[in-house]
């Protein structure tokens, strides 16, 4: 018997759904997303692209002569920030939520990890200076 009232049918043993309907099926990921932000993201993100790339194509001291280097970092970062959506939506929330724990230590050890004294000195200049810092190769000033 197919179809009738005595029809018994298991959820997920039942034909297969193609094209449009299995992408608007009830509980496909495209219904269950939050389309108005997950787009005001990205336009966020590209509207900071315009300003990022605005603000600092011709500033040569700072981007180390290419116009598109802060450009490409933040293209970079949206990337990972993509990345990582999608992370959570493969893993679920609720997947996640049992890995609290684990994450909030690992957090902590990398911010004390910072603060650790064993840490090789920056060779940055020190904030004031205009000289750059000097190579261990090069003799000392007097």
């Not at 929330?93 to 994450?103: D, F, G, K, S």
């Amino acid at each position: 018997m197919t179809g009738g009232v005595n029809s018994f049918q298991v959820s997920g043993y039942g034909p297969e759904r193609a094209g449009w309907t299995r992408v608007l099926a009830r509980d496909s990921l495209a219904r269950r997303l939050d389309w108005p932000i997950l787009f005001s993201a990205l336009a966020l993100s590209l509207l900071g692209s315009l300003l990022v790339y605005s603000a600092t194509r011709n500033r040569t001291e700072l981007n180390q002569g290419d116009p598109y280097y802060f450009l490409v970092r933040h293209w970079l970062n949206t990337g990972i920030g993509l990345a990582l959506m999608v992370g959570v939506l493969w893993l679920g929330h609720r997947t996640l939520r049992t890995a609290v724990p684990l994450l909030y230590g690992a957090s902590l050890f990398l911010i004390l990890l910072v603060l650790t004294p064993w840490a090789p000195p920056s060779t940055a200049p020190t904030p004031g200076s205009n000289s750059p810092a000097a190579s261990p190769s090069s003799p000392p000033s007097s």
